[in-house]
């Protein structure tokens, strides 16, 4: 197969559209993950009967489970149930919350990382738990979180390449469609991945700026 | 690494110097100025029968322990007597395995053995009552100075901003930092930070301020600015004042009454003069000759 310019060209717009999907994706997914994983990290730090331990069991379970089969038993038996949403919807949701357990990991490093000696303060000072959590632990913990969320967020955007297999038309599915159309797959394939790679790379390199602009102060 | 001179040698034979910030009033402790402490009878600090044990060790031996209002109490003793355990449980950072602590008339700790420990609502009332000040400052990195000093007093006291942001200012100027106000904890030096640490404490209006060796986290030429402070402090107000120091000299000069702990027990208490010059137990002797001989 030899590459052919012209169609390579031709199908430029329809690979942008499905790598804007694919951002869309990625920052939705990262935005409930994000939101998601803090709420399990510190749910299991407050050690609440039952609440807690069913927490922590649901991170291990995500994290021991392919993200693959997570989205094939949301899309496909949860619909027997009842429950269907669009494929876009369900890979945005499926995708965030499995990564939401990967953070929870980040951030509960994150808030062990937090000196006892402030929680012994904000007692000394009479802060309230909510207080204590919200203005001196978390802005702390969250801080070293940082560069790890736009290292999940990058991995994420790879990643989300699985969420064809539940029909979500991002940019891999779009390339292999091309493909099953034309019956060429060297161009399409060949593009998306340059393409992954366009955004990727330069995400890396912020993504260390801000490792080094985050890192612990000391 | 650092010299190992004296620390606190710089400053400590220096006379008083006045609190910047003006007079010396009530601001402080809330409490009326004059001399004598007002004691409406019995001590604002009391342990009775407390006993703290980490497994076989039993840190606190069934200890009996008073303070009366405005007396500035210095604890002295060998590591790992149990001075720092006293302050913790005081400050409710630590919870005590038997016994009772009343502060101020309030009950802050009533346990028998066994007791599971819970946090009441008497315990997080009575507790505001004392501040603390630690070894290691425990400023919050991210906030500035002032900051720091107005996050209890507005969301704990109720204190509208303007308010707290005045009164933090004048704390600041009361420790000499006036101008370090916006300068967040990393920007700050050792003893610069022990004060804005200890201005912190003040806003709430402690009636008896915690000191766990304010000053041993510190480099010696930064000890003086801190105990300068604490000196203004103990002449200027009538708050009960609890601290536990390596600093013998300072002990002896600002303290009303020192007590000697050893293995989790007091075993001499009495005026500075008495424990310095002439102390009656063979083990405050042998403590202080082992530590004044460096
Ligand atoms: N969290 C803990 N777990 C187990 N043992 C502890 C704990 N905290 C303190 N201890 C023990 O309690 C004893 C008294 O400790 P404490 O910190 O009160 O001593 P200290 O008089 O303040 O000593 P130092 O002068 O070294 O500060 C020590 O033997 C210490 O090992
Ligand atoms: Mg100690």
Known sequence: ?218 | MHPSNDPGSADAGRPDAPLPGGPRTDRITGLPTGSAPIVAGGPIVAFDNVSKNWGDNQVLKALNFNVNPGEKVSIIGPSGSGKTTILRILMTLESPTEGQVHVDGDVLWNVKHGDKIRETKVMRATRRKIGMVFQGFNLFPHMTALENIIEAPVHVLGMNKAEARDRAAELLQLVGLGAHMNHTPPQLSGGQQQRVAIARALAMRPKVLLFDEPTSALDPELIGEVLNVIRNLANSTDMTMLMVTHEMRFAEEISDRVVMFDHGSAVESGPPEQIFKNPQEERTRAFLQAVLKH
Not at chain 1, 76 to 96: C, D, E, K, M, W
Not at chain 1, 150 to 161: E, H, P, R, T, V
Not at chain 1, 175 to 191: N, V
Request: glycine share 6%.
């Open chain 1, 1 to 218: 197969m030899i590459w052919d310019n012209a169609f390579a060209i031709s199908i430029i717009p329809m690979l942008l559209k499905g790598l804007w999907v694919t951002i869309q994706l990625t920052l939705l997914g990262t935005l409930i993950a994000a939101v998601l994983g803090l709420v399990a990290a510190v749910i299991r730090r407050l050690n609440i009967p039952v609440v807690s331990p069913l927490v922590s069991f649901m991170v291990i379970f995500i994290r021991g489970t392919p993200l693959l089969i997570q989205a094939y038993v949301a899309f496909f038996v949860l619909p027997i149930y009842g429950i269907s949403f669009n494929a876009f919807t369900t890979g945005v949701v499926i995708i965030g919350i499995n990564y939401s357990a990967y953070m929870a990991e980040v951030y509960r490093s994150g808030i062990q990382g937090v000196s006892v000696g402030q929680w012994e303060a904000a007692t000394a000072l009479s802060l309230p738990t909510v207080r204590t959590w919200c203005r001196v632990i978390l802005p702390q913990a969250v801080r070293t979180v940082i560069p790890m969320l736009g290292n999940y967020l990058i991995q994420m955007f790879k990643d989300s390449a699985v969420l064809s297999a539940i029909t979500v038309v991002e940019l891999m599915a779009t390339a292999q469609s091309i493909g099953t159309s034309t019956y060429r797959y060297l161009e399409p394939l060949t593009m998306a991945g340059a393409l992954f790679l366009l955004v990727s790379y330069p995400a890396s390199r912020l993504v260390n700026k801000l490792e080094r602009r985050y890192a612990p102060k000391q």
